[in-house]
């Protein structure tokens, strides 16, 4: 990692050099200008992390070095330093866009403080640039994103597959991105300019289910008020994605079995027999082997479709994914809430790197979307985040604690509660509520060991 560029103005030859000694102690890559015109011409040649600049120059005043500093490059940041310790001067300074302001005599811990911190954003604002060109170029698949090998070894088969007309099976659970892939394989296709058509096979009953499917005549059931064209139709010459395969009914597996082997097919309450060229893309969580060994699921079905079969590992088990998918999202949800937040604070990714995600990628995105929307810095905070991620982590961390044998009921239950608090960090409703308790029982328990 390079050494932070910082430029320091002060036209006192003792306070500069006095600094400049004490900062190259902290690695920090200094320059020094005596004069507001050499730190312009300075600043014309060279791109500086970090200005700290005295307020009151011989030649230029404080707030036009600021503006021009700013007009360079609005991401140097600067610290103002004056003997003036007026608020206002503060105030004007700031709104030439300081980002910092110090009195004389400077304190060197405070500004080292300052500095650590202004240096700390800035990587995180320059890994965010990077990571954009990144999320430009490879690691975005058709808007699936992942740079573990896993999700690369995916993109690769589906650059491979796609072109195929062969039936592909999703295996992943919720919120993985089954349906992002089966997009993805659609329009890696020569299928592409043709229909991608969805349905969700788990929430509809097999009746509607198999008009949805196949369409129906007018008058085939009661409300059939006219001809209606089905999914395999809308999808000729394109693909059908069937999400949840694996709660079909026998019936119904049956008639889409019958396609599947000859393309052909009839509206429910039709005669006419309809041809169709679909390509059939089905995703599932269950463990469809272990359905047919159970007879629920047809095995002739199964072979039909899990000609390619996908696994998608969930989002636990590929982490190295979770920090890119986090920025994705963070820059999809600041664009579209309009705010220009500009990371995320390192202690805030390490919870989301810790958390454990049942609800995979969909989770992560909500979540962060919601982070967008009550962040009131421009980087994201813990708080920003549900209390869960971090009850949970902490959990996730602690070991187990242990009651040895013997322990009286009561010990036992100190220990509980103590536990419990530390885990909630002092909270003690959400401790209550993890106990099952009220807020008020645990006041009472505290006053009752106090008095013992
Ligand atoms: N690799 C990824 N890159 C970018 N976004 C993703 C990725 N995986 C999932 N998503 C996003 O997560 C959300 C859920 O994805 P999708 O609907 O494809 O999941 P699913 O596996 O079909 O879920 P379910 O089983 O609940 O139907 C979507 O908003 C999708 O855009
Ligand atoms: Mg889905």
């Given at each position: 990692m390079r050494k932070p560029r910082l430029l320091l103005i002060d036209d006192d030859v003792n306070t500069v050099n006095g600094l400049k000694t004490l900062l190259s102690r902290s690695d920090y890559d200094t320059s020094c200008a005596l004069t507001g015109r050499d730190a312009l011409k300075m600043i014309e040649r060279i791109h500086f992390d970090i200005v700290i600049t005295d307020m009151k120059l011989p030649d230029i005043g404080g707030f036009t070095i600021i503006e021009e500093i700013k007009r360079k490059d609005a991401n140097t940041s600067v610290v103002m330093i004056t003997a003036y310790s007026s608020i206002q001067t503060a105030i004007d300074a700031m709104k030439k866009g300081a980002d910092h302001y110090l009195t004389k005599p400077v304190n060197i811990d405070e500004l080292e403080l300052i500095l650590g911190r202004i240096w700390e954003k800035q990587l995180l604002i320059l890994q965010n640039r990077e990571l954009k060109q990144k999320l430009d170029e490879k690691y975005n698949f058709h808007g699936l994103i992942g740079d573990t090998t896993e999700m690369q070894q995916i993109f690769k088969t589906i650059s491979e597959i796609a072109p195929t007309t062969a039936t592909v099976l999703i295996y992943g659970?919720?919120?993985?991105?089954k349906e992002l892939i089966a997009n993805a394989i659609h329009h890696n296709?020569?299928?592409?300019?043709k229909s991608f058509v969805a349905l969700?096979?788990?929430?509809?009953?097999e009746g509607v289910l198999e008009s949805e499917l196949f369409g129906h005549e007018k008058g085939a059931f009661t409300g059939a008020m006219s001809q209606r064209r089905g999914r395999f139709e809308l999808a000729d010459g394109g693909s059908l994605f069937l999400d949840?395969?694996?709660?079909?009914?026998s019936h119904v597996q049956i008639k889409l079995l019958r396609v599947l082997e000859t393309g052909c097919f009839e509206r429910v309450g039709g005669e006419n027999s309809l041809n169709t060229d679909v390509r059939i893309i089905a995703a599932t969580n269950k463990d469809l082997e272990k359905e047919v060994e159970k007879g629920t699921f047809r095995e002739d079905l199964y072979y039909r479709l899990n000609v390619i079969n996908l696994l998608i590992p969930p989002l636990k088990e590929r982490r190295d994914d979770i920090a890119l998918l986090a920025d994705c999202f963070l820059i999809k949800y600041s664009k579209k809430n309009k705010k220009n937040i500009k990371g995320f604070l390192p202690q805030t990714m390490r919870l989301l790197n810790s958390y454990?995600?049942?609800?995979?990628v969909r989770e992560l995105e909500n979540i962060v979307e919601r982070a967008v929307v009550m962040a009131k810095k421009d980087l994201i905070e813990p708080?920003?985040?549900?209390s869960k991620i971090s009850l949970s982590v902490k959990q996730a961390n602690r070991d187990v604690f242990s009651i040895p044998f013997g322990t009286s009921l009561r010990d036992a239950e100190r220990k509980i509660i103590t536990e419990t608090l530390q885990a909630t960090n002092g909270s003690k409703s959400k401790a209550a509520k993890i106990l099952g308790i009220s807020t008020r029982k645990i006041e009472y328990k505290h006053k009752e060991w106090s008095k013992a």
């Amino acid at each position: 990692m390079r050494k932070p560029r910082l430029l320091l103005i002060d036209d006192d030859v003792n306070t500069v050099n006095g600094l400049k000694t004490l900062l190259s102690r902290s690695d920090y890559d200094t320059s020094c200008a005596l004069t507001g015109r050499d730190a312009l011409k300075m600043i014309e040649r060279i791109h500086f992390d970090i200005v700290i600049t005295d307020m009151k120059l011989p030649d230029i005043g404080g707030f036009t070095i600021i503006e021009e500093i700013k007009r360079k490059d609005a991401n140097t940041s600067v610290v103002m330093i004056t003997a003036y310790s007026s608020i206002q001067t503060a105030i004007d300074a700031m709104k030439k866009g300081a980002d910092h302001y110090l009195t004389k005599p400077v304190n060197i811990d405070e500004l080292e403080l300052i500095l650590g911190r202004i240096w700390e954003k800035q990587l995180l604002i320059l890994q965010n640039r990077e990571l954009k060109q990144k999320l430009d170029e490879k690691y975005n698949f058709h808007g699936l994103i992942g740079d573990t090998t896993e999700m690369q070894q995916i993109f690769k088969t589906i650059s491979e597959i796609a072109p195929t007309t062969a039936t592909v099976l999703i295996y992943g659970a919720t919120g993985t991105g089954k349906e992002l892939i089966a997009n993805a394989i659609h329009h890696n296709s020569d299928r592409k300019e043709k229909s991608f058509v969805a349905l969700h096979c788990a929430s509809l009953s097999e009746g509607v289910l198999e008009s949805e499917l196949f369409g129906h005549e007018k008058g085939a059931f009661t409300g059939a008020m006219s001809q209606r064209r089905g999914r395999f139709e809308l999808a000729d010459g394109g693909s059908l994605f069937l999400d949840e395969i694996g709660e079909l009914s026998s019936h119904v597996q049956i008639k889409l079995l019958r396609v599947l082997e000859t393309g052909c097919f009839e509206r429910v309450g039709g005669e006419n027999s309809l041809n169709t060229d679909v390509r059939i893309i089905a995703a599932t969580n269950k463990d469809l082997e272990k359905e047919v060994e159970k007879g629920t699921f047809r095995e002739d079905l199964y072979y039909r479709l899990n000609v390619i079969n996908l696994l998608i590992p969930p989002l636990k088990e590929r982490r190295d994914d979770i920090a890119l998918l986090a920025d994705c999202f963070l820059i999809k949800y600041s664009k579209k809430n309009k705010k220009n937040i500009k990371g995320f604070l390192p202690q805030t990714m390490r919870l989301l790197n810790s958390y454990d995600w049942p609800g995979n990628v969909r989770e992560l995105e909500n979540i962060v979307e919601r982070a967008v929307v009550m962040a009131k810095k421009d980087l994201i905070e813990p708080d920003n985040l549900p209390s869960k991620i971090s009850l949970s982590v902490k959990q996730a961390n602690r070991d187990v604690f242990s009651i040895p044998f013997g322990t009286s009921l009561r010990d036992a239950e100190r220990k509980i509660i103590t536990e419990t608090l530390q885990a909630t960090n002092g909270s003690k409703s959400k401790a209550a509520k993890i106990l099952g308790i009220s807020t008020r029982k645990i006041e009472y328990k505290h006053k009752e060991w106090s008095k013992a």
